[in-house]
């Protein structure tokens, strides 16, 4: 693993693709939608159901953005398409890349309705063999976690699962990650292998209160006919919004991360507000209960390491006895300090026993060797403003990414 970053080097403005706001979007849809669209839009009814095929083909097999790209689909049916939809990407208002393929990029989305256009960053680390994409699923957050920047923003808005998906897609364009345009039909991924093997939903916001949008997207990516992401490498990560932590298992069926933080409900409370409504016991029995849990298919437990307020070997000690029962790994990570934050991250060596603790009672521990003592975390952390990703950003991502590395 690398452990130097160098962003200093090219910093390609990719070209801006013409943004979405007039023509409602073709992506992001089911395919009962996307049928109900294209018969509105005139295509015989008994047209449609070979159409939609051919389109889930075209925007999520080969990735292509612009109608004209659909061969099989005469030049009338394009022109009425294309008249009436656009499968447009959103804008790329910045793109970074390391030298060791760290990517993030500065993604814009059209206005809603009478709202302004919205920013927001997706970023992608590569690895020794597989690749994971954080996506956002809010701007913004309604929630009030007291150590996460994010928490300080109001919400915005819920993203579509249009601009949910186009973060994957946009992400897959600028890596080569769909087929060659020009490849025989059948040859569906590039011969070197997927470059976004893994998904995490650990960009902005609060996934589960933006529940059908998340579903929609999740279902896409994850669809066999389609994008094809295995559930298994898809992690969605919530602060335990209890009711629908049981619909994701229901009607989603992906990998689940909880940000925990806390063993005690008083501590809970104060660092992740919403526990005063879901307290810790409903949370880990909806945890207990969720669908298809086996070794090979754990719940991650996310632990934010910060100074004197949790990481006490007695909060070690509870959260062990918490977890019992619950096929569980634990990410401990580095708190990602910001302006204005009063909380300190957690002594380099106190993490470190933490993780023995933990290791001693039988779980993997993800904390990597050290790099310093400024090891800090941002996922959670990203924001709508175009900086540079510093070394310790980079760090921590990759200490949170390991959340969502399900399946090797
Ligand atoms: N809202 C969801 C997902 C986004 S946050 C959730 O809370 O789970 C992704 C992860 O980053 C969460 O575990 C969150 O608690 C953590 N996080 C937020 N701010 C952080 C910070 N300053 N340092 C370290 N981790 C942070
Ligand atoms: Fe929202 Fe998650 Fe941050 Fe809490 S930790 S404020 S739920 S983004």
Not at 44 to 50: A, C, D, H, I, S
Not at 219 to 242: P, W, Y
């Amino acid at each position: 693993m690398a452990l130097t970053i160098d962003l200093t080097g090219d910093r390609p403005r990719a070209p801006a693709i013409a943004p979405s706001a007039d023509k409602p979007s073709l992506v992001g849809l089911t395919r009962e939608e996307l049928g109900a669209a294209l018969a509105d839009a005139g295509v015989p009814e008994r047209q449609v159901k070979m159409r939609v095929q051919q389109l889930w083909h075209w925007l999520y097999v080969r990735g292509v953005s612009d109608f004209a790209e659909m061969r099989n689909i005469s030049k009338e049916l394009r022109a009425l398409l294309s008249e009436r939809f656009t499968v447009a990407r959103p804008e790329i208002v910045e793109e970074q890349v390391s030298n060791d393929g760290t990517r993030k990029w500065l993604f814009r989305f059209p206005p809603r309705g009478a709202g302004r256009p919205v920013e927001i960053e997706t970023v992608y680390i590569p690895e020794e063999g597989r690749g994971t994409l954080c996506i956002s699923s809010q701007v913004g957050c309604t929630l009030t976690c007291s150590f996460c920047h994010t928490g300080t923003q109001k919400l915005v808005r819920n993203l579509t699962s249009e601009e949910i998906l186009a973060q994957l897609l946009t992400a897959r364009d600028r890596l080569g990650d769909f087929p060659d345009r020009d490849t025989p039909d059948g040859a569906i991924v590039p011969a070197e292998g997927r470059k976004v093997s893994n998904i995490v939903m650990m960009g902005m916001g609060e996934p589960l209160y933006n529940f059908e949008e998340v579903k929609k997207a999740l279902l896409i990516a994850s669809d066999g006919d389609g994008l094809s992401l295995s559930k298994r490498r898809i992690t969605l990560s919530t602060s335990g919004i209890v009711p629908e932590i049981y619909r994701t298992g229901e009607e989603i069926g992906v990998m689940l991360a909880i940000s925990l933080h806390a063993v005690r409900d008083d501590l809970r409370d104060m660092l992740v507000p919403i526990n005063k409504k879901y307290p810790l016991k409903e949370l880990l029995d909806a945890c207990r209960a969720y669908p298809g849990l086996s070794n090979a298919r754990r719940i991650t437990f996310e632990y934010v390491m910060l100074r004197d307020v949790n990481d006490s070997i007695e909060d070690a000690k509870e959260l062990v006895r918490l977890l019992r029962g619950i096929p569980a790994k634990i990410n401990l990570i580095p708190f990602n300090p910001w302006p204005g934050t009063n909380y300190q991250c957690s002594e380099w060596e106190t993490i470190e026993k933490f993780a023995d603790y933990i290791n001693a009672a039988g779980y993997a521990s993800p904390i990597r060797t050290p790099r310093g003592r400024d090891i800090l975390a941002a996922c959670g952390q990203l924001k709508s403003q175009s900086e540079r990703l510093r070394k310790t950003e980079r760090l921590a991502l990759e200490a949170m990414m390991i959340a969502g590395h399900g399946e090797a």
